[in-house]
């Protein structure tokens, strides 16, 4: 069994490996159609990945939404998650005049805001469009970056990962045993890149997402009410053209009672909220496939 999974791996590395190089040497808008045929492609015979993303659209969109918008919007998903991929994987080839042409930046203002407070800053996002691409164009401003990551199943592959973070100017933090380096980077002011929109495996409160309980992690709310490190919310949306658009919100006011369940129930819902208007102005830009919804209060009550 151990020798079919590292075959098995082994293979989706080379597969990964040749597919990026592929893409970096066509051009972009060759690339983008490639990977958008790709996504059309995959809805209709990957039949598991159809019926996750349209289970999850119709908890979020069900009562707004007929049966075929909902799977339009779910054949969308896997398109648009083909789009955002280019610009990901041909990341490590741009140029920062590159970047720049399409990449716009609205609310910068509030990051050097934040920063003024000398506590260092919590960046938390989600994953909707191309995060990637989002966390070098900040990096790119100047800003001292690390973002923290799952470790991937794969060495290999998580070493493409992490040096490609690298090459574009902002560092990994793995997640785990990273409480030290955390803590240090905000005491130098940096900024620390966070992504909270996943059941995972760590500390979390459940709060509303689009309608139904969600457990979300409660890091950002512990660091901040421990170092009072300001949370900014962002988001990078692909436009009709082919470019993107980073939208940086306020720091998000934090709610602090000394009753810590309250605190972070609360505070956590208004970040969760923000990153959920995020999602609504371009529902086919996030991650439908992930079982947001998989964990209830009722079940970790039995």
């Not at 070098?136 to 973002?147: H, R």
């Not at 760590?202 to 997402?209: K, R």
């Not at 969760?272 to 102005?281: P, Q």
Request: hydrophobic residues 40%; charged residues 25%; aromatic residues 8%.
């Amino acid at each position: 069994m151990r020798v079919k999974k590292v075959v098995k791996n082994t293979l989706i590395y080379w597969f990964v490996f040749y597919s990026f190089i592929f893409i970096r040497l066509i051009s972009r808008r060759r690339a983008l159609q490639v990977l958008e045929n790709l996504g059309r492609l995959t809805y209709y015979l990957v039949p598991s990945v159809r019926r996750s993303i349209i289970k999850h659209l119709e908890i979020a969109f069900g009562q707004e939404k007929t049966e075929a918008e909902i799977r339009q919007m779910a054949k969308q998903v896997l398109v648009d998650l083909g789009r955002n991929a280019v610009d990901a994987i041909r990341l490590p080839i741009y140029s920062r005049e590159q970047i720049e042409q399409i990449v716009k930046i609205e609310g910068k203002e509030n990051i050097d805001q934040a920063l003024q407070k000398r506590h260092g800053v919590l960046l938390v996002t989600g994953h909707i469009g191309n995060w990637e691409l989002m966390a070098a164009t900040i990096a790119m401003q100047g800003y001292p970056l690390y973002v923290i990551g799952a470790t991937l199943y794969d060495k290999r592959l998580d070493r493409i990962v992490v040096n490609n973070r690298m090459r574009a100017g902002y560092y990994n933090i793995p997640r785990g045993n990273s409480a030290k380096k955390i803590l240090k980077t905000l005491r130098q002011n940096a900024i620390l890149g966070i992504l909270i929109d996943q059941d995972t495996r760590v500390d979390g409160v459940y709060v509303d997402f689009f309608g139904r309980p969600a457990h979300t992690p409660i890091g950002p709310v512990v660091l901040a009410l421990k170092t009072k490190a300001p949370i900014v919310p962002l988001a990078i949306q692909m436009q009709p053209d082919y470019t993107h658009c980073i939208r940086i919100e306020k720091e998000v006011p934090l709610e602090v009672t000394g009753n810590r369940q309250h605190d972070l129930e609360v505070n956590t819902q208004r970040i969760t909220t923000i990153l959920e208007n995020f999602i609504r102005r371009h529902p086919t830009q996030w991650v439908w496939m992930h079982e947001r919804w998989k964990k209830q209060p009722a079940e970790e009550r039995r």
